[in-house]
């Protein structure tokens, strides 16, 4: 079964400095893996997916992850954060019904993490 | 090109009554998803609806709760008899036919139902 761990429900960092949240997934087969976003009563906005090319992805806004094999991790990072960053990250493991590369496989979202910017 | 339009974006419902949430995905897409995100929680998939079939339910509960992607018009979440428990953030995805689990999801900015 798949799952996904982020490891701190709240990161507070101060607005320049680097943003680092953390996600620990659990996959029986090589997963695809997302980062997306929720600004206060907003939907969810994808930040960036990792679907097994290269391991570095780049997302939108500065941000981007790397997908760890040996350590079952897909951390999220910028190296500046901004006032506007603040928001709920969710990390997403899409899960797997029926045969491979069927559409309408389930995403498994991790609890969040809010994080918090100050000037 | 719309994105996935979700409305009403806030329903107040007292206990008792009826729900009704209604998700138009992105135009071409023909799979519809409905995930429930519950307060501090992440979102928890619901069900999966292509065109007049649902594929996939096993995240519904089984009771009061009934969804329903029609050939014309948009798909619809029915809540009866709702209960204080329902209040929740629901959000619609959609995608394509045919894309397979590399696809990221396009979610609607959901409806805030309040159950009071």
């Known amino acids: 079964a798949q799952s996904v761990t982020q490891l701190d429900s709240h990161v507070s960092v101060s607005e320049g400095t680097p943003v680092l949240l953390r996600c620990n997934y659990s996959?029986?087969?090589?997963?695809?893996l997302f980062w997306y976003v929720q600004h206060p009563n907003k939907g969810l906005q994808l930040l960036l997916k990792?679907?097994?090319?290269?391991?570095l992805v780049k997302g939108i806004n500065g941000f981007e992850a790397e997908f760890k094999k040996s350590e079952t991790s897909f951390h999220l990072t910028k190296p500046s954060a901004h006032m506007s960053d603040a928001a709920e990250y969710f990390c997403?493991?899409?899960?797997?019904?029926?045969?491979?590369?069927?559409?309408?496989?389930?995403?498994?979202f991790g609890k969040g993490t809010t994080l918090s910017v100050s000037s | 090109n719309a994105g996935v339009m979700q409305n009403p974006r806030h329903l107040v419902r007292r206990r008792g009554q009826e729900a009704r949430l209604r998700c138009s995905p992105m135009?071409?897409?023909?799979?519809v998803y409905w995930y429930r995100q519950l307060p501090e929680e992440g979102l928890k998939f619901m069900v999966y609806?292509?065109?007049?079939?649902?594929?996939?339910e096993s995240g519904m509960p089984k009771e009061r709760f009934s969804a329903e992607f029609p050939k014309e018009g948009p798909s619809i979440l029915r809540i009866q008899q709702v209960v204080r428990g329902d209040s929740a953030a629901y959000f619609c995805?959609?995608?394509?036919?045919?894309?397979?689990?590399?696809?990221?999801?396009?979610f609607g900015s959901g409806t805030r139902l309040t159950v009071v």
């Open positions: 995805a959609s995608s394509p036919q045919d894309r397979g689990t590399n696809y990221g999801y396009t």
């Open positions: 996959s029986s087969y090589s997963p695809s």
């Open positions: 990792y679907t097994s090319a290269a391991t």
């Open positions: 997403v493991v899409s899960g797997f019904r029926g045969r491979a590369n069927q559409a309408g496989t389930a995403l498994i």
């Open positions: 135009k071409g897409h023909s799979h």
């Open positions: 609806l292509q065109k007049e079939n649902i594929i996939d």
